[in-house]
Each structure stands twice: as C-alpha cells, then as structure tokens.
C-alpha cells in the first residue's frame, strides 16, 4: 500500500510539473510581451515630444516673419518687394514649391506701337497687337515628379501655328536640392532668357537674346540644383543648371548634334546682389558649300544689384556668329561667315518712385549682327504703373540707329502695353 502511495505521489509530481513549465513558459513571454510594451510607449512618447518641440518652433518661425512683415512701414514692404523683383532669388527654379492644379496660369499682353525707326518700313507694323496670348499648368504632380505645360496663342492668329507649344517638360525631385528636368523648356542661360515677360520691366529682351537664343527655348534635359547641402557659408545660395541640348535655334535643329550648356548663379544678402555666369559649347549648320568653323559657342556674365529703391541690371553674351534665323527649317544668315563672331549686351536702371509706379532707362547693343554684319545700338527709356496685384501698364520710347532682326520685333519707337497675369 505504502509502494502504491509513493508511486501515486511520484506520477501527480511528475504531471503538476510538466503542467507547470508551459505556464512558467507563458508567464516569461507575457513579461517580454510587456516589456517590449514599456519600449514602444517610451518611443511613442519621444516621438510625440519631438513632433511638439518642432511644431512650437515652426510657429514661432511663422510669428517671428509675419511680426516682422506686420511691423514694416509700407514703404519698406514696397522696397523688399521691389528689391525681389530686380534679383529674382527664383530664377530658373524648379517646380517643386507648388502642387499643380486644374487651374492654369493665363498671360495676356496687347500692345500698340508707332513710329517706326528709320529703314525699319519692311521690318515693323505700327498697329494694335497682341504680343502674348499664353496658358499654363506647371507644378508638382506627386513627392518626386513634376510637369510643365505652356501654350501661347498668339503665334495662330499670325498664321505660325507651329509654335504653338511653349513649354512641355517633366521633372524629377532626386533630393531637396537636385532636380532633374526633360523636354522642352527655356535655356538656363543668362538672366533675360529666363526671365519672365510678365516680369520684364522694358517692352522685349536685350536684342543679343534674339539673335543667340530665338525663342529661348530649346529641347533637352538638364540637372539643376543647389549647394545649401554642403552646409557652408560659402556655397550657400549658389545655384547650377546643366544640360545637353538639341541646339540651332530651336526649330532648324538638322546637323544632329547636342550643345552642352552650364550655368552657375550665386546671390548675396549683404549686398543684395547676384552674378551669374553661363557658358555654351556646341556646333550649329553652316550654308551649302560652304565649309569651316561651325562652332556654337557663347559665354556670358550677368549682374543684378538693388539697393533701397534704385535696381541695377547688366548682361553681356559673346561667341560665334549664328548661321540661322528662327525658321522651322534652316533660313541662313545673309552676313554669316565660318568663324566670325557676334556679342552683345544691356546695361539697365529702374527706379522705384512709388509702391505702383517705376521709371527706367537701358542701353543694348549688338555687335556684328548676322544679317548686316554691323552694329545695333538701342536706348530705351519708360515709365510703368502697375494697376491693382496683377495687370500692368507701360510707356517706353526708343532711340535705334537700325533695325534689329530674328526675334526681335521692337523696331518702332513708341511702345504702350498692357498686360494682365493672372489664375
């Protein structure tokens, strides 16, 4: 009886300990389990403090620059508004900044001009015009990509329908600082081919833009970006734009071949100034039977300064002559010869009397243009008022001692336009 007890005793030992290792088993797990709870609000917390610390600093950020906008007398407002208005810290951006709606951007431009210039008769219609008629989307599409697309109307009504399409371009966002843009779109170079028309203060582009870059744009790809990741006083604020393009004026693009361009701007707060340097390397096509240098070079510097009310402005573009007009196929040059060269340049002053109203004054030449070979001198001066946040009104008179050709078709000497700009 006392053999069969122990036994008993044995076996129930034996069967509470076996039932007791799952349950000690499920206990450690449960206080891991618990455990790795504890962490993950721990982490949770942090995080949550972390988001709060830099919200609170984002709006102190916000209150700091909308008490600084609030405390600025309207006049020193109207002065940093001006003042961005010469540099333009965005030339040339990406799209990045902005998400691209079903709304498009609409440009409209009229203009009467009379008066032409002496031997310009063939070369200048003194009539109403409307000298842009342009629709816009642009934008981010997604966190990596963006498009462009622009219209411009005005090229139908004057039986040129093939220009039709002004921008047509996607974008890829590498990093904060690198974008990476394809298709068609203007040049990066110098400062008046990418400036804006609804922006410009004279009626047209410096007449060296006209004969080196007709159109301003061109088909390709381009890298472009800043230095501000290198987290150094010295590249900040230094900005890159380089890209391969089909070249020859835009349309007249035959010899197969790419240009290569590169352009490095960098801006300044203390003065407010920035330089800009632009460099193209590249080949263009040269008239049948006739051989030689067909090179496609050209450099150039630009500089724009402001300071209080008074801007500043000064550009000069030099290389090898061009062989072609702006035509869809190729339309040569009358003066054109193999390893001659052209240059050109503006030097420009505005004035800002009120928040609305602005004078200013420029000197352009061209030398060695390709369709007379000789030099074009122009000086412009004017006065425009803007009327209400987006239209504008100008006057501008012009002393030109001949004609200019190509894109150019301001060869009157009194010019009133009208534009409006709006969304």
Avoid at 71 to 81: H, T, V, Y
Avoid at 133 to 162: C, M, N, Y
Avoid at 193 to 210: K, L
């Amino acid at each position: 009886m006392k053999r069969l007890l122990i036994l008993f005793w044995l076996v129930s030992f034996s069967t509470i300990a076996i039932a007791q290792q799952p349950d000690e088993k499920l206990r450690e797990l449960e206080r891991k389990l618990d455990q790795a709870a504890g962490h993950i609000e721990q982490l949770s917390s942090i995080i949550e403090s972390l988001r709060a610390e830099i919200a609170n600093l984002k709006s102190e950020k916000g209150e700091t620059t909308t008490a600084r906008k609030s405390s600025l007398k309207p006049d020193e407002k109207s002065d940093g508004e001006f003042i961005e208005r010469i540099i333009e810290p965005q030339l040339g951006r990406s799209e990045r900044g902005r998400v691209i709606g079903p709304k498009p951007e609409v440009f409209i431009q009229a203009r009467y001009s009379v008066a032409p210039i002496r031997n310009a008769d063939s070369e200048f219609e003194p009539n109403i015009s409307l000298t842009r008629i342009e629709t816009r989307w642009a934008g981010k599409v997604s966190e990596r990509l963006g498009a462009g697309v622009e219209i411009q109307f005005h090229p139908a009504i004057d039986g040129s329908p093939e220009e039709l399409v002004n921008d047509a371009f996607i974008e890829y966002y590498l990093s904060d600082h690198v974008t990476v843009r394809a298709g068609q779109f203007i040049k990066p170079f110098g400062f008046e081919i990418q400036q804006s028309s609804s922006a410009r203060e004279s009626p047209e582009r410096g007449i060296f833009a006209g004969y080196f870059f007709p159109g301003q744009r061109d088909r390709g790809v381009m890298l472009m970006g800043d230095l501000d990741f290198l987290d150094h006083r010295a590249f900040r604020n230094i900005h890159y734009f380089l890209g391969a393009f089909n070249g020859n004026r835009f349309f007249a693009d035959n010899n197969r071949q790419m240009n290569f361009l590169a352009r490095v701007r960098k801006l300044f707060d203390h003065p407010r100034l920035s330089v800009g340097f632009s460099l193209q390397a590249g080949k263009q096509v040269l008239p049948d039977g006739v051989s030689g240098n067909d090179d496609e070079n050209i450099v150039g510097l630009d500089v724009q300064y402001a300071v209080g009310r008074l801007g500043l402005r000064g550009e000069i573009a030099s290389g090898n002559m061009p062989s072609t007009l702006l035509s869809i196929e190729p339309q040569f040059a009358p003066a054109f010869r193999p390893g001659a060269h052209s240059s050109g340049g503006y030097v420009f002053a505005t004035y800002s009397l009120t928040s609305r109203d602005n004078i200013y004054a420029r000197y352009d030449q061209f030398n060695n243009d390709p369709v007379t070979g000789k030099n074009t001198r122009a000086f412009n001066f004017g006065y425009f008022r803007s009327i209400g946040e987006m239209s504008r009104l100008s006057f501008d008179y012009q002393f030109k001692n001949r004609p200019s050709f190509n894109d150019d078709a301001l060869n009157g000497r009194f010019h009133i336009t009208w534009d409006i700009e709006f969304q």
